[in-house]
């Protein structure tokens, strides 16, 4: 697959069109992925995934090939999400929460039921972050990205990348702890 990938972004850099669309066709599900659990809605996923593509094709001559397409292509698909979210926070008012059925492959509907209620809950305790912190939870909690990595692509200093993952990691357990949270302060005021 990455070989494949090298040779169609190589076809792409010398103007072959189809090569492009192969390489849109074979990264899409991923990038849209990305793309919705930074912005939260399917509808700011597909603009962010539009607006990231538009801009790798603009810029794919300047793409060196040190990384993978993909790792690229994560980094654009985090940066149009930030612009996006920075836009639409200037211009949204009252949002509202999107009521989306999740799959599960656990069989039984308690099973299901009780992950589905799981994932809502992260999923609203991640959106409740903001995109500066989201974004450093995504990636490194679910693309497993270095520190350095993570700097590198929200244009920050390493440091400022463990800072800002902490304080989301906080806040996460935080809302989706919160009497785990009271246990610790009751621990906390029994242990002085």
Request: with cysteine; net charge negative; hydrophobic share 40%.
């Amino acid at each position: 697959m990455a070989l494949d990938l090298a040779d169609l972004v190589t076809a792409a850099k010398a103007g072959d069109k189809a090569a492009f669309t192969k390489l849109v066709e074979a990264t899409t599900a991923e990038m849209y992925t990305l793309a919705y659990r930074l912005t939260g809605n399917a509808e700011d996923a597909q603009d962010v995934v539009q607006e990231a593509y538009v801009r790798a094709y603009k810029g794919l001559k300047k793409f060196r090939g040190d990384a993978e397409f993909t790792s690229w292509m994560y980094r654009i698909t985090a940066n149009c999400a930030n612009t996006h979210l920075v836009k639409s926070s200037r211009h949204r008012h009252d949002a509202m929460d999107e009521t989306e059925e999740l799959s599960d492959e656990r069989p039984g509907p308690e099973a299901r039921l009780a992950s589905a209620d799981e994932r809502s809950e992260l999923h609203l305790a991640l959106q409740s972050l903001s995109p500066e912190m989201r974004a450093v939870v995504v990636l490194r909690d679910v693309y497993d990205l270095p520190h350095e990595a993570i700097a590198a692509e929200l244009g920050i200093s390493e440091g400022a990348a463990k800072v800002r993952l902490h304080r989301a990691r906080r806040k996460l357990r935080e809302r989706l702890f919160p009497l785990r949270g009271e246990e610790h302060g009751e621990v906390d005021a029994h242990a002085v």
